[in-house]
């Protein structure tokens, strides 16, 4: 493991003991295939772009780099509105007593849905990206929508969510207590359903949906990946609660059974609670408290999806916590790229794994690192860029105003 020191990229390998490894099965290419025929119902729907980053592989010394751009999804900039749209399909479904593949977007939206299903109100708490996408479905199939934001919240995000007609709040608690707040509100609320992408005890039905709605995007990325050429040796994604992790490590698990790529999970070091849980190696989870202040806002999650951590303990590679410099590089990275590269417009959540990736082959205190993921001119990696610039202002201060830049000397020659 790396130096501890608050400014260093922490990390471990997976050592927890594998259990009977439930979950991964929900994760199953028949369930993803049953979620992006759903997403493909919406007239909004495209699949994005997976873009190859040929000369930032040649600079890095890997063989190709790839990364899945969610800034394109449902014009919303974020891959959020997946897990939330299914989530809310499934449960309208679910209370007709129909199958999921009964009820696409144009029955959703009909005159006849409304007679049957009537109108439900669909509570949420976010940090941005998922109460958007909730608010938005919730919008476009005629329903109602309640979300509640941490402190810390920009008002950018809430006027986002505000114009998809939902009541929108921010609160003076953290992520994890705007939970449990907007939890106990759908409880009380004549047909409120909380539609949450992280699970607990109790509250695992609905986040596994959300989790699926999540593998259309790991499940077009495969497609596109093919059509390449490409077997992904590697694959680097972002946490928060651990919900896109376990739908995009799930899904690459059931794919790729007898040898699936190193799947490396990257948090924010403010809110690694996998990566404590995995430290702990005894599979019990660890949840970290407090305000926990990241720019990465999207990852500010102090409590692990039950479900997915049930993946992730049998199938991630190793666990990362980083500080916001790697995030920062990120952005800065994707939207500065090298010569006949395409750029990027990734969010501070967004690009922490391209931070993680550039600073594992660049810097000689990673070295032990690289070696233990096999990072070599042989790799084949995929990134996803899990939102753009969501915060327009945030985006500016770290690419234009150097915010969390790196403590390298100018260079004093001639």
């Known amino acids: 493991m790396s130096n501890s020191t608050a400014n260093q990229i922490k990390w471990t390998m997976n050592n927890i003991p594998k ?17 992006i025929s759903f997403h493909r119902s ?3 729907y495209t699949v994005t772009p997976l873009t190859r980053l040929s000369g930032l592989a040649d600079y ?4 190709r780099v790839y990364v899945k751009d969610e800034s394109y999804r449902f014009g919303l900039n974020a891959f959020k509105v997946l897990g939330g749209s299914y989530a809310i399909a499934r449960c309208i479904a679910d209370e007709l007593g129909k199958d999921v593949s009964e009820v696409p977007y144009d029955v959703l939206t009909s005159d006849k849905l409304r007679e049957e299903f009537g109108q439900a109100t669909f509570f949420t708490a976010t940090d941005g990206n998922h109460g958007r996408g909730v608010a938005w479905a919730a919008n476009k199939l005629g329903q109602k929508c309640v979300v509640r934001m941490p402190k810390g919240t920009t008002q950018t995000r809430l006027e986002n969510i505000a114009k998809e007609n939902a009541t929108v709040t921010i609160e003076e608690l953290n992520y994890d207590d705007c939970v449990r707040m907007a939890a106990k509100e759908a409880a009380e609320t004549t047909r409120g359903i909380m539609v949450q992408d992280t699970a607990w005890e109790g509250y695992e039905k609905i986040p596994t949906w959300i989790m ?6 790991a499940m077009e990325a495969d497609k596109q990946l093919e059509e390449d050429g490409c077997r992904l040796t590697h694959i680097f994604i972002q946490a928060g609660v651990g919900s896109l992790a376990g739908g995009v490590i799930g899904y690459f698990s059931n794919r790729f059974k007898e040898n699936p790529p190193i799947m490396v999970v990257a948090e924010a070091n403010a809110a690694d609670c996998l990566y404590r849980s995995a430290m702990q190696g005894d599979g019990n989870r660890v949840d970290v408290t407090g305000d926990m202040l990241t720019i990465m806002a999207g990852l500010a999650c102090g409590e692990a999806n039950t479900v997915s951590w049930d993946i992730l303990r049998n199938h991630a590679s190793a666990f990362v916590s980083c500080p916001d410099w790697v995030s920062a590089n990120g952005t800065r ?8 590269d395409k750029q990027v417009i990734s969010g501070e959540s967004g ?8 600073a594992i082959m660049t810097r000689p205190e990673y070295k032990d690192l690289k070696e233990a993921l096999k990072l070599d001119e042989n790799s084949e990696v995929l990134l996803v860029s899990t939102e753009g610039d969501t915060d327009p202002d945030r985006y500016h201060e770290i690419t234009w105003e150097g915010l969390y830049g790196t403590d390298k000397e100018p260079f004093a020659g001639l």
């Open 351 to 358: 690009s922490v794994t391209m931070g993680l990736l550039h």
């Open 60 to 63: 890095l010394g890997l063989k």
């Open 333 to 340: 990275i994707y939207g500065s790229p090298l010569r006949g």
């Open 212 to 217: 699926q709605g999540y593998g259309t995007l």
């Open 19 to 35: 259990t009977d490894d439930v979950q991964v099965q929900n994760m199953s290419l028949e369930q993803m295939e049953k979620a």
């Open 42 to 44: 919406f007239p909004q």
